[in-house]
């Protein structure tokens, strides 16, 4: 887990790592709007003017922890890659560790997926977010190879984007939906399951009887 790189031992180890950690555990806990450098610095346990002095600014330091955890989430999709040569089994895997990474990494995710916080040109932003995307591309292009040479690659891979991070933001809300109605919300994995089977079918090019 990310966030845990750096707590309870923010005055060892690189300042620019517990600057993060501390970064991502108070967004975690307010959400981006409650963020500010003075609080980073604080639960840091270092100057004021630290954060500044390493990242620049609020933006500097939201885009070097969006970096990080894109970074996070590359590893977790590269490995998802190379765990089956099967197209279902490696979605289902890619699914399951960007759902993983996601409910790891809280305080990360929340400002990766945000643009206006971050500058999306900076170079390690751009670098291991393509990362990220590269990977989910590649399964893509597994199942256009083995199953649909027709297969727009671009379209399904925002398309399976879009749906994963759709089922993290929306896990809570679903949770309350069913409890309201007395009915039985399906686990997370069952979800990614589920997910997983309407996209290998969308993708495969069959068209319903």
Not at 107 to 131: I, K, P, W, Y
Request: with cysteine; net charge negative; charged share 20%.
């Amino acid at each position: 887990m990310v966030e845990a790189a750096a707590k309870g031992a923010y005055h060892h180890g690189n300042l620019p790592d517990s600057l993060r950690a501390a970064t991502a555990e108070l967004i975690a806990e307010k959400g981006p709007s409650g963020f500010s450098l003075r609080e980073v610095a604080r639960r840091a346990g270092v100057s004021h003017a630290a954060p500044a002095h390493h990242f620049g600014d609020t933006e500097g330091l939201l885009t070097s922890l969006a970096a990080e955890g894109y970074s996070t989430l590359a590893d977790a999709l590269e490995e998802a890659l190379q765990s089956s040569d099967d197209p279902y089994e490696c979605l289902l895997a890619g699914g399951r560790a960007y759902v993983n990474t996601a409910l790891e990494n809280p305080g990360h995710f929340a400002v990766m997926v945000v643009n206006d916080q971050v500058c999306n040109t900076d170079g390690e932003f751009l670098t291991e977010s393509m990362r990220s995307y590269e990977a989910l591309q590649a399964m893509i292009i597994k199942i256009r190879d083995q199953l649909n040479p027709e297969l727009d690659v671009d379209a399904a891979c925002t398309f399976c984007w879009a749906s994963i991070q759709g089922l993290v933001q929306l896990s809570g809300l679903l949770d309350k939906v069913a409890d309201d109605m007395g009915t039985t919300k399906a686990s997370l994995d069952e979800s990614i399951e589920s997910f997983t089977h309407l996209m290998i079918n969308g993708m495969s090019g069959e068209q319903p009887a």
